[in-house]
């Protein structure tokens, strides 16, 4: 079994992401690494380079800055990466995302269990959102729980956007009368969890990635502060970070998220006070999920 690792880049320290960290995280368990990087305004692609790791393989892309839409930019440079994958499958990791070495062997195992199953087309992660520091996390529907990060290779698959996978549809005759050419892929669970520092950064990076993303997604819906949240949508973090990011979390991370006092509650944050209080009435799910299940 060969397992391709991949991502996309640029301007990963002006925007004080852990590339590095995410990178190094993930390398135990893959046969190659492969990095679509566009130079940007840092030296993101020279300290890839500097590693001089013989699994990593480095893509030199340029972005389309006319793509102002729905982040299809992302979904571009992330398949531009996969791609350029040789391995059986193909494991997605985004430069803020890093995996815990307790779990690297459950993750290789379920990789080898379902190699040759042809119900599972991609294995899914739980996933630790941090919000404004390393101890607090998003405990609502509002952020994805789950998420499909494997996929195998053989599968013919797209990136709307940087987050997920559409599998797209065989054409019979009878296929063709449903408009819809593309589905979620069909996944198994890991057992594992994928760790996501985006929102735990410092603050200055979190308003240089507003002032960037928002040119790409036309809702404008990357926020420059931390503050502004409904506290009941978080919770504490109790478990115990990967080793390979904590020397970035003491260097990195914001110290302590400080909450306004004053916000105001947003139309989508009632919305998700009201999940819930139904996913607590009903012990269901309801955040999104951008995969099909296989039991």
């Known amino acids: 079994m060969k397992v391709s690792g991949?991502?996309?880049?640029?301007?990963?320290?002006?925007?004080?992401?852990?590339?590095?960290?995410?990178?190094?995280?993930?390398?135990?368990?893959?046969?190659?690494?492969?990095?679509a990087v566009d130079r940007g305004q840092d030296d993101s692609l020279e300290r890839l380079r500097a590693l001089q790791e013989p699994k990593l393989?480095?893509?030199?892309?340029?972005?389309?800055?006319?793509?102002?839409?729905?982040?299809?930019?992302?979904?571009?440079?992330?398949?531009?990466?996969?791609?350029?994958?040789?391995?059986?499958?193909?494991?997605?990791?985004?430069?803020?995302?890093?995996?815990?070495?307790?779990?690297?062997?459950?993750i290789r195992q379920a990789m080898q269990r379902y190699l040759h199953d042809d119900r599972v087309e991609a294995l899914t992660f739980d996933y630790h959102h941090f919000y404004g520091d390393p101890h607090t996390v998003y405990a609502n529907a509002q952020f994805y729980r789950k998420a499909a990060r494997i996929i195998k290779n053989t599968v013919r698959s797209i990136a709307p956007d940087g987050l997920y996978w559409a599998v797209i549809k065989d054409q019979t005759w009878f296929r063709r009368r449903n408009k819809r050419r593309n589905r979620y892929p069909r996944a198994a669970e890991t057992?594992?969890?994928?760790?996501h520092y985006g929102n735990c950064r410092a603050?200055?990076?979190?308003?240089?990635?507003?002032?960037?993303?928002?040119?790409?997604?036309?809702?404008?819906?990357?926020?420059?502060?931390?503050?502004?949240?409904?506290?009941?949508a978080l919770g504490r973090f109790t478990g115990s970070h990967p080793a390979v990011i904590r020397p970035?979390?003491?260097?990195?991370?914001?110290?302590?998220?400080?909450?306004?006092?004053?916000?105001?509650?947003?139309?989508?944050?009632?919305?998700?006070?009201?999940?819930?209080?139904?996913?607590?009435?009903?012990?269901?799910?309801?955040?999104?999920?951008?995969?099909?299940?296989?039991?």
């Not at 004080?16 to 995410?22: D, L, M, T």
Request: glycine content about 6%.
């Open 6 to 35: 991949f991502s996309f880049l640029r301007d990963g320290v002006r925007l004080g992401y852990p590339f590095i960290e995410s990178l190094q995280s993930a390398l135990p368990i893959c046969d190659e690494f492969v990095v």
């Open 57 to 106: 393989r480095i893509i030199e892309t340029s972005w389309n800055e006319n793509m102002r839409q729905h982040g299809f930019v992302y979904g571009q440079q992330k398949m531009v990466a996969q791609y350029n994958c040789t391995g059986d499958w193909a494991f997605y990791l985004e430069g803020d995302e890093v995996l815990h070495e307790d779990e690297l062997h459950t």
């Open 191 to 195: 057992g594992a969890a994928i760790y």
């Open 203 to 232: 603050e200055h990076y979190l308003a240089a990635k507003a002032e960037i993303a928002n040119q790409y997604w036309n809702d404008g819906g990357w926020p420059s502060v931390y503050g502004n949240v409904d506290a009941k």
């Open 248 to 295: 970035w979390l003491a260097e990195h991370a914001n110290p302590a998220l400080h909450i306004n006092p004053d916000y105001q509650l947003t139309p989508r944050d009632k919305k998700h006070r009201l999940l819930s209080y139904l996913e607590k009435l009903t012990g269901h799910d309801f955040s999104k999920r951008h995969f099909k299940l296989v039991k």
